[in-house]
């Protein structure tokens, strides 16, 4: 199978055949599927309370944000331009397996903290526009796995189409909602000057920091940039990042005012009235309504689901990102969908039906920590691939942008801890504080160690060992080259026009020197019960119709056998090719298609995981 990131869409996007200004939006793209994250529910959660409490003042803190994210994704860009891998794939190369099983733990876990937000989200705003119960909402998210797959099979075009439209729908609805609430624009000037930081709104911005710069858009980021197929010289790639950099800054800068334009929405329509403890999302929507009449909060609950809508779709993408990248795990895209939103829906679940709708905005909350708390494990390992000029080569990052790289990274981690051990300090004043001391205290620690060695082993040129370069590995001295003689050959047949084929080239394989077995299987419920004691008249057909084949071969001078199964179809040809002792199995690639395949999968996948012997798959 192929190893590249996204392999459903890697270098599916020509750049080459275009010139002047087309040639330019052949690269836009990527960067709109990471911005998504920068606007989703969590963001506007922090976004909210910030604004209604402290006004315009904060909006500085946003642009830190901002620019923080900017140069971590034109990192992350640069990375899996120049050296063709995500960020999942070099940390497999760079640390070893132990590191990489925590490291897959841990981005995935915050991608479900993500694909959570964004579930609560929508099903926030399906009920705030049309009235739906939330457990009802959270249920509809499942389709969004469907939409996926429907828009991959589309092509990156039709994906990077819909995510930019989701944005633009966001985009317009809060541009509208600004001019409903006439902010002041002199106050909001006076918002993006610094201020020192204390308390409560020191807490909501190391908030708008953990929400705005997400752990998964660094590997996302790196994987997207790969679907455009490039020239590999200096001059391919020069292009490549220069394109990109616009890309990143254009989509983020547009993800800046969002954000913006929510926390100046909050500031106009609720700090300005006295509103100052705003920090529900339903608040601020009954609250618009009370203030502005029913468009502003309409307008806010379509741009909540849109945002949901998109963050959803990158967030699952980000999940295959990093179980392929870190682990080297590779499963139906549907299923790894499926499990993903299934692993992101069952806490929303519980905790509606258990605490009631109320307590989802702490689920919210408690989303974000979980992201600030993965952070470092993705910032880290970054600024160490792209600042080695051994593997970046020419485009390794220069020294001033190393320097602020790792400024960030630590305003970033030392913030995130902070906002993590506050929120363990709080749980320990609870009823269960004896938990949190046994088990979270210890894991937190345990992760702190894990986020140290990160850090230190690229540093320590002994540690860091032999490291590949390419992305699949060096290549191997082939050596002589034998002949193979098959002497046991199994060949699975199901009596369709493709017998003929498969027959035909499992005899080229073995000759006339060979032994064929001609291998069936009966599926019938007698088959299933009984086993090899079932007589019934489809047995029996089989039986005469493997015996024609036989007799068949054998007048061509061939030496064949027959031999039935019964049951299941992929575990009785990986039992017979075991009891037969085969040396090679021949299979037509014919079987389920369609829903089909969907549903049951298919034969030829099912029996190559059951055997040991090497298959030949005939078309």
């Given at each position: 199978?192929?190893?590249?990131?996204?392999?459903?869409?890697?270098?599916?996007?020509s750049?080459?055949?275009?010139?002047?200004?087309?040639?330019?939006?052949?690269?836009?793209?990527?960067?709109?599927?990471?911005?998504?994250?920068?606007?989703?529910p969590?963001?506007?959660a922090?976004?909210?309370?910030?604004?209604?409490?402290?006004?315009?003042?904060?909006?500085?803190?946003?642009l830190?944000?901002?620019?923080?994210?900017?140069?971590?994704?034109?990192?992350?860009?640069?990375?899996?331009?120049?050296?063709?891998?995500?960020l999942?794939?070099?940390?497999?190369?760079a640390?070893?397996?132990?590191?990489?099983?925590?490291?897959?733990?841990?981005?995935?876990?915050a991608?479900?903290?993500?694909?959570?937000?964004?579930?609560?989200?929508?099903?926030?705003?399906?009920?705030?526009l049309?009235?739906l119960?939330?457990?009802?909402?959270?249920?509809?998210?499942?389709?969004?796995t469907?939409?996926l797959?429907?828009?991959?099979?589309?092509?990156m075009?039709?994906?990077?189409?819909?995510?930019?439209?989701?944005?633009?729908?966001?985009?317009?609805?809060?541009?509208?909602?600004?001019?409903?609430?006439?902010?002041?624009?002199?106050?909001?000037l006076?918002?993006?000057?610094?201020?020192?930081?204390?308390?409560d709104?020191l807490?909501?911005?190391?908030?708008?920091?953990?929400?705005?710069?997400?752990?998964?858009?660094?590997?996302?980021?790196?994987?997207?940039?790969?679907?455009?197929?490039?020239e590999?010289?200096?001059?391919?790639?020069r292009?490549?990042?220069?394109?990109?950099?616009?890309?990143?800054t254009?989509?983020?800068?547009?993800?800046?005012?969002?954000?913006?334009?929510?926390?100046?929405?909050?500031?106009?329509?609720?700090?300005?009235?006295?509103?100052?403890?705003?920090?529900?999302i339903?608040?601020?929507?009954?609250?618009?309504?009370?203030?502005?009449?029913?468009?502003?909060?309409a307008?806010f609950?379509?741009?909540?689901?849109?945002?949901?809508?998109?963050?959803?779709?990158?967030?699952?993408?980000?999940?295959?990102?990093?179980?392929?990248?870190?682990?080297?795990l590779?499963?139906?895209?549907?299923?790894?969908?499926?499990i993903t939103?299934?692993?992101?829906?069952?806490?929303?679940?519980?905790?509606i039906?258990?605490?009631g709708d109320?307590?989802?905005?702490?689920?919210?909350?408690?989303?974000?920590?979980?992201?600030?708390?993965?952070?470092?494990?993705?910032?880290?390992?970054?600024?160490?691939?792209t600042?080695?000029?051994?593997?970046?080569?020419?485009?390794?990052?220069?020294?001033?942008?190393?320097?602020?790289?790792?400024?960030?990274?630590?305003?970033?981690?030392?913030?995130?801890?902070?906002?993590?051990?506050e929120?363990?300090?709080?749980?320990?004043?609870?009823?269960?504080g004896?938990?949190?001391q046994?088990?979270v205290?210890?894991?937190?620690?345990?992760?702190g160690?894990?986020?140290?060695?990160?850090?230190?082993?690229?540093?320590?040129?002994?540690?860091?060992?032999?490291?590949?370069?390419?992305?699949?590995g060096?290549?191997?001295?082939?050596?002589?080259?034998?002949?193979?003689?098959?002497?046991?050959?199994?060949?699975?047949?199901?009596?369709?026009?493709?017998d003929?084929?498969?027959?035909?080239?499992?005899?080229?394989q073995?000759?006339?020197?060979?032994?064929?077995?001609?291998?069936?299987?009966?599926?019938?419920?007698?088959a299933?019960?009984?086993?090899?004691?079932a007589?019934d008249?489809?047995?029996?057909s089989?039986?005469?119709?493997?015996?024609?084949?036989?007799?068949?071969?054998?007048?061509?001078?061939?030496?064949?056998?027959?031999?039935?199964?019964?049951g299941?179809?992929?575990?009785?040809?990986?039992?017979?090719?075991?009891?037969?002792?085969?040396?090679?199995l021949?299979?037509?690639?014919?079987?389920?298609?369609?829903?089909?395949?969907?549903?049951?999968?298919?034969?030829?996948?099912?029996?190559?995981?059951?055997?040991?012997?090497?298959?030949?798959?005939?078309?």
């Amino acid at each position: 199978m192929s190893s590249e990131s996204l392999s459903e869409v890697h270098h599916s996007v020509s750049t080459s055949k275009r010139k002047g200004w087309k040639r330019i939006i052949s690269f836009l793209g990527p960067a709109y599927l990471v911005s998504v994250g920068y606007m989703d529910p969590g963001n506007w959660a922090t976004d909210i309370a910030g604004g209604s409490k402290f006004g315009y003042q904060l909006i500085w803190v946003l642009l830190m944000s901002n620019l923080i994210a900017l140069l971590l994704q034109s990192l992350s860009a640069r990375l899996g331009i120049v050296r063709g891998l995500d960020l999942a794939q070099a940390s497999r190369q760079a640390y070893p397996k132990w590191v990489n099983l925590p490291l897959f733990v841990l981005a995935q876990t915050a991608i479900i903290a993500c694909d959570l937000a964004e579930i609560i989200g929508m099903a926030i705003g399906l009920q705030l526009l049309f009235g739906l119960p939330l457990i009802w909402g959270i249920s509809i998210t499942l389709l969004d796995t469907i939409l996926l797959l429907f828009l991959l099979n589309k092509g990156m075009r039709a994906m990077e189409g819909f995510i930019v439209s989701m944005v633009f729908i966001v985009g317009i609805a809060f541009l509208a909602e600004m001019f409903i609430v006439e902010p002041a624009a002199g106050e909001i000037l006076q918002g993006l000057k610094p201020s020192v930081l204390s308390g409560d709104a020191l807490y909501i911005a190391i908030g708008i920091i953990g929400a705005t710069v997400m752990p998964h858009n660094l590997y996302l980021h790196s994987s997207l940039v790969q679907t455009r197929k490039i020239e590999r010289s200096n001059k391919g790639i020069r292009e490549a990042l220069k394109f990109n950099l616009i890309d990143t800054t254009v989509a983020l800068n547009l993800a800046f005012f969002v954000n913006a334009a929510i926390l100046i929405l909050a500031a106009a329509a609720f700090y300005r009235n006295g509103l100052h403890e705003v920090a529900e999302i339903q608040d601020a929507h009954k609250l618009l309504e009370n203030i502005f009449g029913s468009i502003a909060p309409a307008l806010f609950a379509i741009a909540l689901i849109a945002a949901g809508q998109s963050s959803t779709v990158t967030g699952t993408l980000a999940g295959q990102i990093v179980m392929e990248g870190h682990i080297n795990l590779r499963i139906q895209p549907w299923l790894r969908r499926l499990i993903t939103r299934l692993l992101a829906i069952a806490p929303a679940f519980f905790t509606i039906l258990h605490f009631g709708d109320d307590a989802l905005g702490g689920l919210l909350v408690l989303s974000q920590v979980v992201l600030s708390l993965q952070l470092g494990f993705a910032v880290i390992p970054l600024i160490h691939f792209t600042s080695d000029k051994k593997l970046m080569k020419n485009f390794a990052i220069p020294v001033w942008v190393k320097i602020i790289a790792w400024t960030s990274a630590l305003l970033i981690v030392v913030l995130n801890v902070k906002l993590v051990m506050e929120e363990i300090a709080s749980w320990s004043e609870g009823s269960n504080g004896w938990i949190v001391q046994l088990i979270v205290v210890p894991l937190a620690v345990l992760v702190g160690f894990l986020l140290l060695y990160v850090f230190v082993r690229p540093l320590v040129p002994r540690i860091a060992g032999q490291r590949t370069i390419v992305p699949h590995g060096d290549a191997l001295e082939i050596g002589n080259i034998e002949k193979i003689d098959y002497e046991r050959i199994g060949i699975a047949v199901d009596f369709s026009k493709n017998d003929r084929n498969t027959i035909r080239h499992a005899l080229i394989q073995g000759g006339k020197d060979a032994h064929y077995y001609l291998i069936h299987v009966v599926e019938t419920a007698a088959a299933r019960y009984h086993g090899a004691g079932a007589m019934d008249h489809e047995t029996q057909s089989d039986q005469q119709n493997l015996q024609k084949y036989i007799e068949n071969l054998n007048e061509l001078g061939f030496d064949a056998s027959l031999s039935i199964g019964f049951g299941g179809t992929a575990r009785a040809i990986a039992t017979i090719a075991r009891e037969k002792e085969l040396d090679l199995l021949v299979m037509g690639a014919h079987g389920h298609s369609g829903v089909k395949d969907l549903i049951f999968g298919t034969t030829v996948d099912a029996v190559r995981h059951r055997v040991t012997i090497p298959v030949l798959i005939i078309r």
